[in-house]
């Protein structure tokens, strides 16, 4: 195990620094980023290897994937690229094994690249971040971009989760940046191709989001507005299992026990009918307790739990209640956006602001809905969590310009402006 430690983290830091400097180079970095990103990188390689450690003694679907890759040892044909869910990270794993097939723990160095490639993902977010909100003290971009706990460690994971990231980072990164080219709309296909292969419902939430959200971007906002996106968004939850299955998206995810996206949409609303006898028998917290049937009416509940879960009075485990302790961070988030809400409609240096908050909501609502264990929230929220940095930060960065711009009075000094009511004078 000594040995397994040492050459992990060995080829981890070297491959990660790499990374790093190609990065820096090519977004002009400081000396105190080039820094920050070494921590993080440091930070994630330990996140990893707790990972690994983890799936040793706990199932995980990170074996799975694993164990094909040793059995096909090399990708037969590129043409398996283009299978969706467990098949595609398969062949992804397949494809990263030759790397790895000279080391005595093949299982712990797989686990290498896939972490490299959350970690691009967070260099990429750091970057469409700092072009969103450009504070001079980077202290909030540092922590939401690469020190917040859950995000890393599940990002790191060999598995779907750290693909996942990259191509969430990959279109917020092309949707977001300065400078308009030909090569951010590059980073939105691929990272849109990446997200459909690793989880198609998710795809396929993102575009209803956009769809919505597009009415919204050059129009005032107005009660009519309004009710016309709660009426648009209501409609879209009725017809969601036709939807699903007329578009014929597959999911063969073990994990989620479905064999499409409408039939993991319905079995979780049996696990949500079934929770409270589920935990008790396994002894865990319930995301979302008691028998009810889904309803368009406990929408805002399914929204609460899916962000705001576990609350720390939810907590069973000690694991619960780390995860609860950060989770308070992200309520924190939450409300801060939703008490300054009029600076989230003035913002307009966010494109299709509408459209993300739509794939927020909508996405949380169905996902809130489908899951009741808290390990599978935590994950899933990790697709999401990102729109509510990037509203976050954005609304904190308009506060704080809007601030700085209003006038001061120096003590001491009367006021240059005219005064209101200036007495005339006869010419």
Same mark, same amino acid.
Request: one cysteine or more.
């Given at each position: ?9 060995? &080829?981890?830091? &070297? ?11 090519? $977004? ?145 990164? =092309? ?12 980073? &939105?296909?691929?990272? =849109? ?12 939430? !993102? ?5 919505? =959200? ?12 309004? &009710? ?34 409408? $039939? ?24 979302? =307790? ?8 406990? $929408? ?82 990790? !697709? ?44």
């Amino acid at each position: 195990m000594l040995i397994d430690f040492f050459t992990f983290f060995t &080829i981890y830091l &070297i491959s990660g620094v790499m990374i790093v400097v190609v990065f820096a180079k090519t $977004s002009k970095s400081t000396q105190l980023e080039v820094q920050i990103f070494l921590l993080a990188l440091l930070f994630k390689a330990t996140c990893t290897f707790y990972y690994y450690v983890f799936t040793t003694t706990n199932p995980a679907d990170a074996l799975g994937y694993y164990q094909y890759a040793a059995r096909v040892e090399f990708l037969p044909s590129i043409g398996l690229l283009f299978q969706t869910s467990t098949g595609f990270v398969n062949n992804v794993a397949a494809l990263f094994f030759p790397l790895v097939s000279s080391f005595t723990n093949q299982y712990l160095m797989l686990y290498i690249p896939f972490s490299l490639l959350g970690f691009i993902g967070s260099l990429l977010f750091y970057r469409a971040m700092r072009a969103v909100a450009p504070f001079k003290r980077k202290r909030d971009l540092f922590l939401v971009c690469f020190f917040l706990p859950n995000m890393v460690f599940w990002t790191s994971n060999l598995g779907k989760d750290s693909l996942m990231f990259l191509g969430i980072a990959m279109v917020l990164y =092309g949707f977001l940046a300065k400078v308009k080219t030909p090569r951010n709309i590059v980073f &939105i296909g691929l990272g =849109g191709l990446l997200v459909y292969a690793v989880r198609p419902h998710t795809f396929l939430f !993102m575009t209803f989001g956009f769809l919505l =959200g597009m009415a919204f971007e050059r129009r005032k906002m107005s009660p009519r507005l309004v &009710i016309g996106f709660v009426l648009a968004a209501a409609a879209l939850m009725f017809t969601f299992q036709r939807t699903m299955t007329f578009a014929g998206v597959t999911v063969e995810d073990d994990e989620e026990h479905s064999s499409s996206v409408g $039939s993991y949409y319905e079995a979780g609303i049996s696990r949500v009918e079934t929770s409270s006898q589920d935990l008790k028998a396994v002894g865990g917290g319930a995301a979302m =307790g008691g028998s009810h049937k889904f309803s368009i009416l406990y $929408s805002p509940y399914y929204l609460a739990m899916f962000l705001g879960s576990p609350f720390l009075w939810q907590a069973r485990k000690p694991i619960h209640v780390f995860s609860a302790l950060e989770t308070l961070i992200y309520q924190i988030m939450i409300l801060y956006i939703c008490i300054h809400w009029r600076a989230v409609v003035r913002i307009r240096f966010i494109p299709f602001k509408y459209s993300w908050i739509t794939y927020l909501i909508l996405s949380s609502i169905i996902e809130g809905a489908a899951q009741t264990n808290f390990g599978l929230i935590i994950r899933q929220r990790c !697709m999401v969590l990102p729109v509510v940095f990037l509203f976050f930060l954005g609304v904190r960065y308009y506060l704080s310009v809007n601030n700085t711009r209003k006038p001061q009075l120096v003590v001491g000094k009367p006021p240059t402006s005219k005064p209101l009511y200036a007495a005339k004078t006869k010419a």
